[in-house]
């Protein structure tokens, strides 16, 4: 553990210390985000906070390559925490390309297929499914497409997410804490020989989650500094990354018996992005064929409209998805019952302050 926490900390603290550079960078260079009618926010803003956030993981890398846990990762035959790092560097700087110029969405959509290929290949990928009390191995070019599909979609789910100050990072932040709470605890129950296999997806989780936290005193509101398609696409490459790592190294032959330890790690993202993923969803139906065009109709700006102030409309985003990330949770921990009566219960509580905290303050105004 205390090598975790170490480089979560190395991750946080380098990301906290390289923003402010890279926030010059950004108002020197001209990769602001203006004002424009379906922005929140009232004056331009540098981006490019996703390469202070690749610097702190690259750091994290560095320093685990040096512990004696964790080593192996970068010098041993598992080649997937390099690969991540290589497929890492590439979207950022694909990302911050566009932070720049403003790529056309199918040059960007080719950035993030060549970054998925690059941790495919390099190791970072699906081995097995479940299929009810069997294990299905698919032939491996069915298993790379289907790691390309869950990064495509968590990159654009994150880059959707990132519309209010601080809701993307602290999306990811708590995705990465409780997915590593998860990849600790599981390979802990395994004997040592086989537990280490996830040592790359728990490293792969606590960076992330460290590089959020680092971020988020510059970019929770009122921002500082935008994390732009440089840090809204790496966040989903990371996440994605510790995901397909983990069920990519659970043994075929325990995959069946072991379908929680397979089927958790891919729920809790999903489970956590649940709200950025129907905005996507929302959003394809209601741009019709041209759905990457922007607007102001996110769920998050809805939240604003019903009268929620900016940073509580987040508060309660992130409410939302720890609760969800919780639930999840439950269903490992205890019986069934208890689990769903737990998540319907913690959805409730965030559905009644969703909606009932914008009455009361007008109710409390007059």
Same mark, same amino acid.
């Given at each position: 553990m205390r090598e975790y926490l170490l480089v979560a900390?190395?991750?946080?603290?380098?990301?906290?210390?390289?923003?402010?550079?890279?926030?010059?960078?950004?108002?020197?260079?001209?990769?602001?985000?203006?004002?424009?009618?379906?922005?929140?926010?009232?004056?331009?803003?540098?981006?490019?906070?996703?390469? +202070?956030?690749?610097?702190? &993981? #690259?750091? @994290?890398?560095? $320093? !685990?390559?040096?512990? =004696?846990?964790?080593? /192996?990762?970068?010098?041993?035959?598992?080649?997937?925490?390099?690969?991540?790092?290589?497929?890492?560097?590439?979207?950022?700087?694909?990302?911050?390309?566009?932070?720049?110029?403003?790529?056309?969405?199918?040059?960007?959509?080719?950035?993030?297929?060549?970054?998925?290929?690059?941790?495919?290949?390099?190791?970072?990928?699906?081995?097995?499914?479940?299929?009810?009390?069997?294990?299905?191995?698919?032939?491996?070019?069915?298993?790379?497409?289907?790691?390309?599909?869950?990064?495509?979609?968590?990159?654009?789910?994150?880059?959707?997410?990132?519309?209010?100050?601080?809701?993307?990072?602290?999306?990811?932040?708590? +995705?990465?804490?409780?997915? &590593? #709470?998860? @990849?600790?605890? $599981? !390979?802990?129950?395994? =004997?040592?020989?086989? /537990?280490?296999?996830?040592?790359a997806s728990a490293f792969l989780a606590a960076a992330t989650a460290g590089c959020c936290l680092g971020f988020l005193p510059h970019n929770f509101y009122p921002a500082r500094l935008f994390m732009g398609d440089a840090g809204a696409l790496l966040l989903g490459l990371l996440l994605s990354a510790s995901t397909i790592s983990f069920t990519g190294n659970l043994p075929p032959n325990q995959v069946a018996q072991a379908s929680a330890a397979f089927w958790v790690p891919v729920a809790l993202p999903v489970a956590i992005l649940a709200l950025p993923v129907l905005d996507v969803i929302l959003a394809v139906k209601r741009r019709g064929p041209k759905f990457w065009k922007p607007d102001r109709s996110h769920l998050h700006h809805k939240m604003l409209d019903i009268g929620h102030s900016h940073r509580r409309a987040v508060l309660l985003l992130y409410l939302w998805s720890a609760s969800l990330a919780l639930g999840v949770l439950m269903f490992s921990y205890v019986k069934t019952g208890w689990a769903v009566s737990a998540l319907v219960a913690l959805i409730a509580i965030s559905a009644l302050l969703t909606l009932w905290l914008p009455r009361w303050r007008r109710a409390g105004s007059l």
């Open positions: 900390v190395i991750a946080a603290v380098v990301t906290y210390v390289t923003t402010p550079a890279i926030r010059w960078l950004g108002m020197r260079f001209g990769a602001v985000t203006p004002v424009r009618q379906r922005d929140v926010h009232s004056v331009p803003i540098p981006r490019l906070g996703g390469v +202070a956030m690749l610097l702190g &993981f #690259a750091a @994290a890398v560095l $320093v !685990a390559s040096k512990l =004696p846990y964790l080593k /192996g990762l970068t010098n041993g035959a598992n080649h997937q925490v390099v690969a991540t790092l290589l497929g890492a560097a590439f979207i950022t700087v694909v990302g911050a390309i566009d932070d720049f110029r403003e790529l056309d969405p199918v040059t960007k959509f080719a950035g993030q297929l060549i970054a998925a290929g690059i941790i495919a290949f390099g190791g970072v990928q699906l081995a097995a499914l479940p299929t009810g009390d069997a294990t299905t191995i698919l032939p491996q070019p069915i298993l790379i497409v289907l790691t390309f599909v869950i990064v495509l979609g968590m990159t654009n789910a994150v880059n959707f997410a990132d519309g209010l100050d601080g809701l993307a990072a602290g999306f990811v932040a708590i +995705a990465a804490v409780a997915f &590593f #709470a998860w @990849a600790y605890q $599981v !390979a802990h129950l395994f =004997p040592d020989s086989s /537990g280490r296999v996830f040592t």
